[in-house]
Protein backbone atom coordinates (compact mmCIF):
# COMPACT_ATOMS: atom_id res chain seq x y z
CA UNK A 1 0.00 0.00 0.00
CA UNK A 2 1.14 3.62 -0.31
CA UNK A 3 3.21 5.63 1.81
CA UNK A 4 0.94 8.89 1.23
CA UNK A 5 -2.68 9.20 2.83
CA UNK A 6 -5.68 8.41 0.97
CA UNK A 7 -7.43 10.89 -1.07
CA UNK A 8 -4.58 13.32 -1.03
CA UNK A 9 -2.37 11.47 -2.90
CA UNK A 10 -3.15 12.85 -6.18
CA UNK A 11 -3.58 16.23 -5.61
CA UNK A 12 -0.36 16.73 -3.97
CA UNK A 13 2.18 14.62 -6.04
CA UNK A 14 3.77 17.66 -6.47
CA UNK A 15 5.02 18.34 -3.02
CA UNK A 16 5.25 14.42 -2.47
CA UNK A 17 9.15 14.49 -0.99
CA UNK A 18 9.15 17.74 0.39
CA UNK A 19 8.65 18.55 4.15
CA UNK A 20 5.99 21.16 3.82
CA UNK A 21 2.43 20.35 3.85
CA UNK A 22 2.35 17.11 4.25
CA UNK A 23 -1.36 15.23 4.69
CA UNK A 24 -2.37 13.39 7.12
CA UNK A 25 -4.28 9.90 6.91
CA UNK A 26 -7.80 10.91 7.12
CA UNK A 27 -8.12 8.73 9.97
CA UNK A 28 -7.49 5.36 12.26
CA UNK A 29 -8.98 3.30 9.72
CA UNK A 30 -7.11 4.67 6.67
CA UNK A 31 -4.01 3.99 8.15
CA UNK A 32 -4.38 0.79 9.41
CA UNK A 33 -5.89 0.10 6.03
CA UNK A 34 -2.42 0.99 4.16
CA UNK A 35 0.16 -0.82 6.90
CA UNK A 36 -2.11 -3.85 6.21
CA UNK A 37 -1.89 -4.02 2.61
CA UNK A 38 1.72 -3.84 3.38
CA UNK A 39 1.74 -6.35 5.75
CA UNK A 40 -0.94 -8.84 4.18
CA UNK A 41 1.19 -10.35 1.24
CA UNK A 42 3.26 -13.28 -0.27
CA UNK A 43 4.23 -13.63 3.52
CA UNK A 44 0.88 -14.62 5.07
CA UNK A 45 -0.09 -16.70 2.58
CA UNK A 46 2.45 -18.64 0.46
CA UNK A 47 5.92 -17.69 3.05
CA UNK A 48 4.08 -18.84 6.32
CA UNK A 49 2.85 -22.25 5.32
CA UNK A 50 5.79 -23.63 4.00
CA UNK A 51 8.33 -22.01 6.57
CA UNK A 52 6.18 -23.87 9.12
CA UNK A 53 5.93 -27.00 7.02
CA UNK A 54 9.70 -26.83 6.59
CA UNK A 55 10.47 -26.18 10.27
CA UNK A 56 8.36 -28.80 11.51
CA UNK A 57 4.74 -27.25 12.22
CA UNK A 58 3.87 -25.98 16.26
CA UNK A 59 7.18 -25.10 18.01
CA UNK A 60 8.18 -22.97 14.66
CA UNK A 61 4.27 -21.07 15.15
CA UNK A 62 4.94 -20.84 18.57
CA UNK A 63 8.27 -18.97 18.18
CA UNK A 64 6.90 -17.38 15.56
CA UNK A 65 4.23 -16.15 17.55
CA UNK A 66 6.46 -15.01 20.39
CA UNK A 67 8.55 -12.81 18.00
CA UNK A 68 5.13 -11.05 17.10
CA UNK A 69 4.31 -10.11 20.29
CA UNK A 70 7.51 -9.35 21.87
CA UNK A 71 9.35 -7.85 19.18
CA UNK A 72 7.38 -7.63 16.08
CA UNK A 73 4.63 -5.14 17.79
CA UNK A 74 7.01 -3.37 19.93
CA UNK A 75 9.51 -2.45 16.68
CA UNK A 76 6.01 -1.50 14.53
CA UNK A 77 5.38 0.77 17.27
CA UNK A 78 8.61 2.47 17.23
CA UNK A 79 8.79 2.65 13.59
CA UNK A 80 5.80 4.27 13.18
CA UNK A 81 7.01 6.63 16.53
CA UNK A 82 10.16 7.42 14.59
CA UNK A 83 8.26 8.43 11.66
CA UNK A 84 5.62 10.35 13.39
CA UNK A 85 7.69 12.37 15.07
CA UNK A 86 10.27 13.19 12.38
CA UNK A 87 6.88 13.66 9.87
CA UNK A 88 8.99 13.10 6.53
CA UNK A 89 10.34 9.89 4.74
CA UNK A 90 12.32 7.55 6.95
CA UNK A 91 15.69 9.03 6.05
CA UNK A 92 14.71 12.73 6.61
CA UNK A 93 13.04 11.74 9.71
CA UNK A 94 15.65 9.90 11.01
CA UNK A 95 18.01 12.90 10.35
CA UNK A 96 15.12 15.08 11.78
CA UNK A 97 15.07 13.54 15.06
CA UNK A 98 18.86 12.89 15.15
CA UNK A 99 19.16 16.73 14.77
CA UNK A 100 16.73 17.69 17.27
CA UNK A 101 17.82 14.67 20.18
CA UNK A 102 21.39 15.47 19.06
CA UNK A 103 22.29 12.06 17.90
CA UNK A 104 24.52 11.18 15.74
CA UNK A 105 23.84 11.48 11.71
CA UNK A 106 25.00 7.82 11.06
CA UNK A 107 21.25 6.46 12.34
CA UNK A 108 20.38 7.70 8.49
CA UNK A 109 22.15 3.96 7.75
CA UNK A 110 18.93 2.47 9.13
CA UNK A 111 16.88 3.74 5.72
CA UNK A 112 19.56 2.58 4.07
CA UNK A 113 19.63 -1.08 5.53
CA UNK A 114 15.94 -0.83 4.05
CA UNK A 115 16.18 0.67 1.20
CA UNK A 116 18.98 -1.85 0.18
CA UNK A 117 16.16 -4.93 1.89
CA UNK A 118 13.26 -4.08 -0.05
CA UNK A 119 15.28 -3.86 -3.51
CA UNK A 120 15.96 -7.21 -2.94
CA UNK A 121 12.79 -8.17 -1.19
CA UNK A 122 10.95 -6.95 -3.89
CA UNK A 123 13.15 -8.36 -7.18
CA UNK A 124 12.25 -12.04 -5.20
CA UNK A 125 8.89 -11.28 -4.62
CA UNK A 126 7.81 -9.95 -7.71
CA UNK A 127 8.68 -13.77 -9.34
CA UNK A 128 6.61 -15.22 -7.07
CA UNK A 129 3.74 -13.00 -7.23
CA UNK A 130 4.20 -13.60 -11.03
CA UNK A 131 3.30 -17.86 -10.32
CA UNK A 132 -0.43 -16.39 -8.67
CA UNK A 133 -0.70 -14.15 -11.93
CA UNK A 134 0.18 -17.80 -13.61
CA UNK A 135 -2.12 -19.44 -11.65
CA UNK A 136 -5.35 -16.99 -11.90
CA UNK A 137 -5.19 -18.85 -15.79
CA UNK A 138 -4.39 -21.84 -14.52
CA UNK A 139 -7.79 -22.00 -12.49
CA UNK A 140 -9.77 -20.21 -14.44
CA UNK A 141 -9.43 -22.43 -17.33
CA UNK A 142 -10.66 -25.69 -15.26
CA UNK A 143 -7.92 -27.89 -15.89
CA UNK A 144 -7.29 -28.49 -12.66
CA UNK A 145 -10.91 -30.05 -11.73
CA UNK A 146 -10.75 -33.71 -10.49
CA UNK A 147 -7.10 -33.68 -10.65
CA UNK A 148 -4.84 -35.72 -8.59
CA UNK A 149 -1.98 -34.31 -6.32
CA UNK A 150 0.70 -35.79 -9.04
CA UNK A 151 -0.82 -33.71 -11.97
CA UNK A 152 -1.70 -30.24 -9.63
CA UNK A 153 2.31 -31.36 -8.82
CA UNK A 154 3.17 -31.36 -12.39
CA UNK A 155 1.68 -28.46 -13.58
CA UNK A 156 3.72 -26.55 -11.05
CA UNK A 157 7.05 -28.32 -11.94
CA UNK A 158 5.90 -27.17 -15.95
CA UNK A 159 5.68 -23.61 -14.48
CA UNK A 160 9.10 -23.86 -13.14
CA UNK A 161 10.36 -25.09 -15.86
CA UNK A 162 10.18 -22.70 -18.12
CA UNK A 163 11.99 -19.46 -17.72
CA UNK A 164 9.86 -17.52 -20.52
CA UNK A 165 6.60 -18.36 -19.09
CA UNK A 166 8.20 -17.03 -15.55
CA UNK A 167 9.73 -13.68 -16.74
CA UNK A 168 6.63 -13.25 -18.32
CA UNK A 169 4.65 -13.39 -15.25
CA UNK A 170 7.29 -11.68 -13.28
CA UNK A 171 7.63 -8.68 -15.76
CA UNK A 172 3.81 -8.28 -15.28
CA UNK A 173 4.37 -8.47 -11.80
CA UNK A 174 6.37 -5.76 -11.62
CA UNK A 175 4.72 -3.52 -14.26
CA UNK A 176 1.86 -3.36 -12.37
CA UNK A 177 3.89 -2.40 -9.44
CA UNK A 178 5.85 0.00 -10.87
CA UNK A 179 2.59 2.02 -12.64
CA UNK A 180 1.18 2.21 -9.30
CA UNK A 181 4.77 3.81 -8.02
CA UNK A 182 5.23 5.71 -10.55
CA UNK A 183 1.57 7.86 -10.91
CA UNK A 184 1.60 8.37 -7.33
CA UNK A 185 -2.04 7.89 -7.41
CA UNK A 186 -3.04 5.80 -4.76
CA UNK A 187 -6.28 6.21 -3.44
CA UNK A 188 -7.87 3.92 -5.26
CA UNK A 189 -6.34 1.07 -4.39
CA UNK A 190 -6.39 2.19 -0.74
CA UNK A 191 -10.08 1.82 -0.68
CA UNK A 192 -9.64 -1.12 -2.56
CA UNK A 193 -7.82 -2.75 0.36
CA UNK A 194 -11.01 -2.06 2.75
CA UNK A 195 -12.93 -4.44 0.27
CA UNK A 196 -10.41 -6.63 -1.31
CA UNK A 197 -8.85 -7.84 2.35
CA UNK A 198 -11.78 -9.08 3.86
CA UNK A 199 -12.95 -10.81 0.61
CA UNK A 200 -9.38 -12.81 0.54
CA UNK A 201 -10.07 -13.60 4.16
CA UNK A 202 -13.36 -14.98 3.46
CA UNK A 203 -12.17 -17.19 0.31
CA UNK A 204 -9.58 -18.45 2.58
CA UNK A 205 -12.55 -19.37 5.32
CA UNK A 206 -14.54 -21.31 2.54
CA UNK A 207 -11.08 -23.04 1.70
CA UNK A 208 -10.66 -23.65 5.52
CA UNK A 209 -14.31 -24.95 5.65
CA UNK A 210 -13.14 -27.07 2.49
CA UNK A 211 -10.14 -28.45 4.25
CA UNK A 212 -12.12 -29.14 7.47
CA UNK A 213 -13.98 -32.24 5.36
CA UNK A 214 -11.22 -33.34 4.08
CA UNK A 215 -11.05 -35.42 7.62
CA UNK A 216 -7.26 -34.17 8.33
CA UNK A 217 -8.22 -31.39 9.68
CA UNK A 218 -7.47 -32.18 13.59
CA UNK A 219 -4.43 -34.15 12.44
CA UNK A 220 -3.29 -30.06 10.73
CA UNK A 221 -4.02 -28.19 13.53
CA UNK A 222 -2.15 -30.08 15.62
CA UNK A 223 0.67 -29.93 13.00
CA UNK A 224 0.28 -25.82 13.71
CA UNK A 225 -0.28 -25.99 17.30
CA UNK A 226 0.63 -28.71 19.28
CA UNK A 227 4.42 -27.66 19.77
CA UNK A 228 7.04 -30.76 19.37
CA UNK A 229 10.41 -28.77 20.84
CA UNK A 230 12.75 -31.53 19.09
CA UNK A 231 11.77 -30.37 15.82
CA UNK A 232 13.15 -27.50 16.67
CA UNK A 233 15.83 -26.27 15.30
CA UNK A 234 18.25 -22.92 15.97
CA UNK A 235 17.92 -22.20 12.47
CA UNK A 236 14.17 -22.43 12.66
CA UNK A 237 14.20 -20.13 15.65
CA UNK A 238 15.81 -17.35 13.01
CA UNK A 239 13.76 -18.54 10.55
CA UNK A 240 11.14 -17.59 12.75
CA UNK A 241 12.36 -14.32 13.76
CA UNK A 242 13.06 -13.39 10.22
CA UNK A 243 9.28 -13.80 9.41
CA UNK A 244 7.83 -12.17 11.89
CA UNK A 245 9.91 -8.92 10.27
CA UNK A 246 9.23 -10.10 6.78
CA UNK A 247 5.42 -10.26 7.74
CA UNK A 248 5.05 -7.47 9.40
CA UNK A 249 6.82 -5.48 7.27
CA UNK A 250 9.34 -4.22 9.66
CA UNK A 251 12.85 -3.83 9.28
CA UNK A 252 13.17 -1.30 6.43
CA UNK A 253 11.55 1.67 7.95
CA UNK A 254 7.60 1.19 5.47
CA UNK A 255 6.26 1.85 8.45
CA UNK A 256 8.11 4.98 9.80
CA UNK A 257 7.22 5.83 6.31
CA UNK A 258 3.28 5.21 6.74
CA UNK A 259 3.96 6.82 10.28
CA UNK A 260 4.71 10.23 9.16
CA UNK A 261 1.47 10.24 8.35
CA UNK A 262 -0.24 9.43 11.02
CA UNK A 263 -2.43 12.21 13.08
CA UNK A 264 -0.90 13.10 16.29
CA UNK A 265 -4.32 11.97 18.61
CA UNK A 266 -4.64 8.57 17.09
CA UNK A 267 -2.95 5.63 19.45
CA UNK A 268 -0.09 3.69 17.80
CA UNK A 269 0.32 0.96 20.00
CA UNK A 270 -3.30 0.13 19.27
CA UNK A 271 -2.90 0.57 15.57
CA UNK A 272 0.37 -1.60 15.78
CA UNK A 273 -1.51 -4.47 18.03
CA UNK A 274 -4.74 -4.59 15.26
CA UNK A 275 -2.51 -4.40 11.56
CA UNK A 276 -0.21 -7.47 13.56
CA UNK A 277 -3.59 -9.23 14.87
CA UNK A 278 -4.79 -9.31 11.13
CA UNK A 279 -1.80 -10.33 10.11
CA UNK A 280 -0.99 -12.91 12.46
CA UNK A 281 -4.82 -14.10 11.58
CA UNK A 282 -4.77 -14.33 7.93
CA UNK A 283 -1.46 -16.77 7.95
CA UNK A 284 -2.49 -18.91 10.70
CA UNK A 285 -6.22 -19.19 8.01
CA UNK A 286 -4.01 -20.11 5.23
CA UNK A 287 -1.80 -22.41 7.56
CA UNK A 288 -5.36 -24.52 8.85
CA UNK A 289 -6.45 -23.99 4.70
CA UNK A 290 -3.22 -25.52 3.80
CA UNK A 291 -2.30 -28.33 6.27
CA UNK A 292 -5.50 -30.83 6.24
CA UNK A 293 -5.26 -30.83 2.19
CA UNK A 294 -1.20 -31.70 2.50
CA UNK A 295 -2.00 -34.60 4.97
CA UNK A 296 -5.28 -35.57 2.94
CA UNK A 297 -3.00 -36.28 -0.12
CA UNK A 298 0.04 -37.67 1.64
CA UNK A 299 2.18 -34.35 0.63
CA UNK A 300 5.38 -33.27 2.03
CA UNK A 301 4.92 -30.59 4.81
CA UNK A 302 8.23 -29.83 3.81
CA UNK A 303 7.81 -29.62 0.03
CA UNK A 304 9.20 -25.46 -0.19
CA UNK A 305 8.16 -22.31 -1.73
CA UNK A 306 5.88 -24.14 -3.89
CA UNK A 307 3.65 -25.30 -1.26
CA UNK A 308 0.65 -23.86 -1.55
CA UNK A 309 0.97 -23.88 -5.57
CA UNK A 310 0.70 -28.03 -4.66
CA UNK A 311 -1.50 -28.23 -2.26
CA UNK A 312 -4.73 -25.50 -3.06
CA UNK A 313 -5.21 -26.15 -6.58
CA UNK A 314 -6.49 -29.67 -4.99
CA UNK A 315 -8.29 -28.33 -3.25
CA UNK A 316 -10.10 -26.09 -5.70
CA UNK A 317 -10.11 -28.64 -8.87
CA UNK A 318 -12.47 -30.92 -5.39
CA UNK A 319 -14.58 -28.43 -4.32
CA UNK A 320 -18.14 -27.22 -5.86
CA UNK A 321 -17.86 -24.23 -7.99
CA UNK A 322 -13.89 -24.62 -7.28
CA UNK A 323 -12.93 -23.06 -10.62
CA UNK A 324 -14.67 -20.06 -9.29
CA UNK A 325 -13.42 -19.64 -5.62
CA UNK A 326 -9.90 -20.43 -7.14
CA UNK A 327 -9.79 -17.91 -9.80
CA UNK A 328 -11.11 -15.22 -7.40
CA UNK A 329 -8.63 -16.22 -4.63
CA UNK A 330 -6.05 -15.92 -6.81
CA UNK A 331 -6.55 -12.64 -7.97
CA UNK A 332 -7.11 -11.25 -4.88
CA UNK A 333 -3.81 -12.88 -3.77
CA UNK A 334 -2.04 -10.78 -6.62
CA UNK A 335 -3.72 -8.13 -5.03
CA UNK A 336 -2.55 -8.65 -1.92
CA UNK A 337 1.12 -9.43 -2.97
CA UNK A 338 0.46 -5.53 -5.23
CA UNK A 339 0.02 -3.48 -2.49
CA UNK A 340 2.99 -4.93 -0.41
CA UNK A 341 5.21 -4.73 -3.90
CA UNK A 342 4.15 -1.21 -3.89
CA UNK A 343 4.90 -0.30 -0.34
CA UNK A 344 8.85 -2.04 -0.98
CA UNK A 345 9.26 0.07 -4.09
CA UNK A 346 8.30 3.29 -2.59
CA UNK A 347 10.77 3.97 -0.20
CA UNK A 348 13.44 3.26 -2.44
CA UNK A 349 11.38 6.01 -4.90
CA UNK A 350 11.33 8.38 -2.83
CA UNK A 351 14.72 8.24 -1.35
CA UNK A 352 15.62 8.43 -5.26
CA UNK A 353 13.87 11.80 -5.46
CA UNK A 354 14.71 13.34 -2.22
CA UNK A 355 18.98 12.65 -2.57
CA UNK A 356 19.41 12.38 -6.32
CA UNK A 357 16.68 15.11 -7.38
CA UNK A 358 15.56 12.41 -9.84
CA UNK A 359 11.42 12.38 -10.98
CA UNK A 360 9.12 10.21 -10.05
CA UNK A 361 8.89 8.34 -13.47
CA UNK A 362 12.58 8.45 -13.84
CA UNK A 363 13.29 6.70 -10.22
CA UNK A 364 10.79 4.38 -10.66
CA UNK A 365 11.96 3.06 -13.82
CA UNK A 366 15.51 3.20 -12.38
CA UNK A 367 14.98 1.18 -9.41
CA UNK A 368 12.04 -0.85 -10.76
CA UNK A 369 14.18 -1.60 -13.98
CA UNK A 370 17.13 -2.51 -12.02
CA UNK A 371 14.70 -4.72 -9.61
CA UNK A 372 13.10 -7.05 -12.43
CA UNK A 373 16.79 -7.48 -13.76
CA UNK A 374 18.00 -9.44 -10.61
CA UNK A 375 14.57 -10.95 -10.36
CA UNK A 376 16.08 -12.90 -13.50
CA UNK A 377 18.18 -14.68 -11.34
CA UNK A 378 15.74 -15.21 -9.03
CA UNK A 379 13.79 -17.12 -12.30
CA UNK A 380 16.88 -19.13 -13.25
CA UNK A 381 17.71 -20.55 -9.74
CA UNK A 382 14.37 -22.32 -10.42
CA UNK A 383 15.45 -24.03 -13.55
CA UNK A 384 18.93 -23.30 -15.51
CA UNK A 385 20.68 -22.52 -12.18
CA UNK A 386 18.76 -25.08 -9.86
CA UNK A 387 22.16 -26.56 -8.52
CA UNK A 388 24.00 -23.49 -8.61
CA UNK A 389 24.84 -22.46 -4.71
CA UNK A 390 27.60 -19.47 -5.19
CA UNK A 391 28.01 -19.75 -1.36
CA UNK A 392 27.79 -23.65 -0.75
CA UNK A 393 30.92 -23.46 1.13
CA UNK A 394 29.51 -22.19 3.89
CA UNK A 395 27.93 -24.66 5.62
CA UNK A 396 25.24 -23.08 6.94
CA UNK A 397 24.00 -22.07 3.01
CA UNK A 398 24.70 -25.05 1.68
CA UNK A 399 22.97 -25.62 -1.32
CA UNK A 400 21.11 -22.33 -1.34
CA UNK A 401 20.28 -20.90 -4.74
CA UNK A 402 20.57 -17.58 -5.82
CA UNK A 403 16.74 -17.13 -5.14
CA UNK A 404 16.91 -19.04 -1.54
CA UNK A 405 20.19 -16.50 -0.52
CA UNK A 406 18.15 -13.67 -1.42
CA UNK A 407 15.57 -14.43 1.07
CA UNK A 408 17.56 -15.85 3.43
CA UNK A 409 19.66 -12.61 3.67
CA UNK A 410 17.10 -10.12 3.53
CA UNK A 411 14.38 -11.83 5.93
CA UNK A 412 16.86 -13.25 8.20
CA UNK A 413 19.74 -10.66 8.20
CA UNK A 414 18.58 -7.88 6.97
CA UNK A 415 15.24 -7.20 8.37
CA UNK A 416 16.17 -8.15 11.59
CA UNK A 417 19.11 -5.80 11.60
CA UNK A 418 17.28 -3.20 10.71
CA UNK A 419 14.62 -4.03 13.79
CA UNK A 420 17.67 -3.85 15.67
CA UNK A 421 18.80 -0.60 15.00
CA UNK A 422 15.68 0.71 15.27
CA UNK A 423 15.12 -0.74 18.91
CA UNK A 424 18.43 0.42 19.72
CA UNK A 425 17.53 3.86 18.88
CA UNK A 426 14.53 4.26 20.54
CA UNK A 427 15.56 2.22 23.66
CA UNK A 428 19.37 3.94 24.13
CA UNK A 429 19.53 7.35 22.47
CA UNK A 430 16.55 9.03 21.30
CA UNK A 431 14.57 11.62 23.98
CA UNK A 432 12.66 9.53 26.58
CA UNK A 433 10.36 12.36 27.24
CA UNK A 434 9.76 12.56 23.94
CA UNK A 435 8.57 8.98 23.42
CA UNK A 436 6.49 8.87 26.25
CA UNK A 437 4.41 12.04 24.55
CA UNK A 438 4.25 10.36 21.79
CA UNK A 439 3.03 6.87 22.19
CA UNK A 440 0.69 8.36 24.63
CA UNK A 441 0.30 5.21 27.19
CA UNK A 442 0.00 4.40 30.37
CA UNK A 443 3.24 4.66 32.41
CA UNK A 444 2.93 0.76 32.84
CA UNK A 445 2.42 0.31 29.58
CA UNK A 446 5.31 2.40 28.42
CA UNK A 447 7.64 1.45 30.85
CA UNK A 448 7.01 -2.49 29.25
CA UNK A 449 7.54 -1.22 25.93
CA UNK A 450 10.97 0.76 26.72
CA UNK A 451 12.13 -2.47 28.66
CA UNK A 452 11.19 -4.47 25.62
CA UNK A 453 13.38 -1.97 22.99
CA UNK A 454 15.56 -1.39 25.37
CA UNK A 455 16.59 -4.88 26.05
CA UNK A 456 15.07 -7.62 25.15
CA UNK A 457 14.62 -7.23 21.18
CA UNK A 458 18.27 -6.32 21.06
CA UNK A 459 19.22 -9.39 23.32
CA UNK A 460 17.07 -11.70 21.56
CA UNK A 461 18.02 -10.52 18.00
CA UNK A 462 21.70 -10.84 19.02
CA UNK A 463 21.44 -14.04 20.37
CA UNK A 464 19.49 -15.38 17.29
CA UNK A 465 22.13 -14.15 15.48
CA UNK A 466 25.17 -15.25 17.34
CA UNK A 467 24.27 -18.94 17.68
CA UNK A 468 23.20 -18.68 13.97
CA UNK A 469 25.96 -17.33 12.31
CA UNK A 470 28.89 -17.94 14.57
N1 LIG B 1 4.85 -8.05 4.55
C1 LIG B 1 4.76 -8.41 3.17
C2 LIG B 1 4.28 -9.85 3.09
O1 LIG B 1 4.09 -10.47 4.10
C3 LIG B 1 6.06 -8.22 2.44
C4 LIG B 1 6.59 -6.84 2.61
C5 LIG B 1 6.04 -5.71 2.11
C6 LIG B 1 7.70 -6.44 3.37
N2 LIG B 1 6.76 -4.62 2.52
C7 LIG B 1 7.77 -5.05 3.30
C8 LIG B 1 8.62 -7.14 4.11
C9 LIG B 1 8.74 -4.34 3.98
C10 LIG B 1 9.61 -6.44 4.77
C11 LIG B 1 9.67 -5.07 4.74
O2 LIG B 1 4.10 -10.37 2.04
Known sequence: MSVSPSGSAASKGSLEGSNAQRGLWSSRLAFILAATGSAVGLGNIWKFPYVTGENGGGAFVLVYLLCIAIIGIPIMMAEVMIGRRGGRSPVNSIKAI??????????????????????????FYSVIGGWAISYVGTTASGQLSGQTAD?????????????????????????LVMLVVAKGVR?????????????????????????????????????????????????????????????LSLGMAVMMAYGSY????????????????????????????????????????????????????????????????????FVLLIFAAWTSGISLLEPIVEWLEEQKGMNRTVSTLGAGGVCWALGITSILSLNLWADF??????????????????????ANILLPLGGLLVAVMAGWVMSKQAMEKEL???????????????????IAVGVVFIYNLA
Open 98 to 123: ARRDGLNPAWKLVGAVGILAGFLILS
Open 440 to 458: ALSPGMFNLWFVTVRFITP
Open 187 to 247: SGLERAVSILMPALFVLLLIVVGYAMTTGHFGQAAAFLFQPDFSQLTTSGILVALGHAFFT
Open 262 to 329: LPKNISIAKTSVTVSVIDTGVALLAGLAIFPIVFANGLEPGAGPGLIFQTLPLAFGQMPMGSLFGTLF
Open 151 to 175: AVGAIFSGLLSSPGTLLLWHTVFMA
Open 389 to 410: APLGFIPMLEGKTIFDLLDFFT
